[in-house]
Every structure is written in structure tokens, then in C-alpha cells.
Nanobody
Framework: QVQLVESGGGLVQAGGSLRLSCAAS????????LGWFRRAPGKEREFVAG????????NYADSVKGRFTISRDNAKNTVYLQMNSLKPEDTAVYYC????????????????WGQGTQVTVSS
């Protein structure tokens, strides 16, 4: 089992920044590829960013590319999502997730999920 706990969400004005953190406990953190997803009201959960086990490979949704950065610190068992130039359409509950499989954008292939943290961007 892997337990994931997100933090860092909040209310920010458009153009602002937030840094989300996701702390993991349980099995060996560095064995897992990690992803950030989000779910906006009335919408499906969507992939935001993913990172490989070493942190050497990342991928992003087109909607956040150039604005968001995913990173991880395996010594601290933590994955981060730095969000810059936030837009109202980034408003959502953000979740981190872990998978033992290849780096993927498919939510169903992630084994463990956090409880989510709310990000609200005002215009």
C-alpha cells in the first residue's frame, strides 16, 4: 500500500502561482511513477502531469505545458506540482496518484490516489 496526502491548494488570483505537494508513505516511493490529475466541477478527471521514477522524464497535458512543472524528491517521498500563470479554467480538485506501470496518462492505470486538494483561481 501507498498512502498519498496532497497539500498546498487554495485560492489565488489569475496569473498567480501555487505549489502543490504530495507526501507518500508506505512502500518504496522510488518504485512508483507519479501523476497529477484534476477534476473540475461537472467534468471528467483529467491528466495534468506525470513523472518517471527517477524524475528524469516528465509529460504534461497541452493545457498546462509551459506553465506547470512536476518534480519529485525521492529522499523526501514527495512529488510537487509548481503551477504558474494560473487561469480560472485551472480551478479543480487536484489529485496525485502512483502507478507501478509505465508512465501513463490513463487514470485507471494508477494504483493509489490521494484525497485531493482544492485549487480555485479567481478572475
Amino acid at each position: 500500500q501507498v498512502q498519498l496526502v496532497e497539500s498546498g491548494g487554495g485560492l489565488v488570483q489569475a496569473g498567480g502561482s501555487l505549489r502543490l505537494s504530495c507526501a507518500a508513505s508506505g512502500r518504496t516511493f522510488s518504485n512508483y511513477r507519479l501523476g497529477w490529475f484534476r477534476r473540475a466541477p461537472g467534468k471528467e478527471r483529467e491528466f495534468v502531469a506525470g513523472i518517471s521514477r527517477s524524475g528524469g522524464s516528465t509529460n504534461y497535458a497541452d493545457s498546462v505545458k509551459g506553465r506547470f512543472t512536476i518534480s519529485r524528491d525521492n529522499a523526501k517521498n514527495t512529488v510537487y506540482l509548481q503551477m504558474n500563470s494560473l487561469k480560472p479554467e485551472d480551478t479543480a480538485v487536484y489529485y496525485c496518484a502512483a502507478t507501478i506501470m509505465v508512465l501513463t496518462t490513463t487514470p485507471g492505470l494508477y494504483d493509489y490516489w490521494g484525497q485531493g486538494t482544492q485549487v480555485t483561481v479567481s478572475s
